[in-house]
């Protein structure tokens, strides 16, 4: 990540008159709390967050999101079966997947559901954005 691309995302962000809205979805509070962190870096994002499959999808089904960052390995609703039921509510809403123990096979099957880009954790502030910069900005 470059300064270049928190500059690029917030006045992509003034251009469109209002904040990329992100959705971010992940098990543990404390990694939602510092992607939240790392968006609050500059004015170009609005973010809500989930901690759950379920709660993404009942998210999603209310509001429309530019981006989703989405967890593979979760409880009660994997990031798969959320993946998937997003792609049927909001089929062009991109979703970047973030993982930290998914199998090759997950990860594969993310691509093949509709994920854009899979990033591991542990996630760096400039891989984070960066991957953002590249979704929203391509």
Not at 37 to 61: I, K, P, Q, R, Y
Not at 124 to 129: G, H, M, N, R, S
């Amino acid at each position: 990540m470059t300064d270049n691309d928190l500059e690029n995302l917030s006045r992509k962000a003034r251009e469109k008159g209002q904040p990329f809205k992100i959705l971010i979805v992940d098990d543990e509070p404390w990694v939602r709390d510092v992607f939240r962190d790392f968006c609050e870096l500059t004015d170009a994002f609005e973010v809500d967050m989930a901690s759950s499959g379920t709660e993404a999808v009942g998210l999603v089904s209310k509001t429309t999101y530019d981006l989703v960052t989405m967890d593979l390995v979760m409880p009660e609703m994997s990031g798969l079966d959320a993946l998937d039921r997003i792609k049927e509510l909001s089929p062009r809403t991109p979703i970047v997947v973030i993982t930290g123990n998914a199998t090759e096979k997950l990860v594969n099957q993310a691509g093949v559901l509709g994920a854009c880009k899979v990033v591991y954790k542990p996630i760096k502030l400039d891989e984070f954005i960066g991957a953002l910069n590249a979704t929203l900005l391509g």
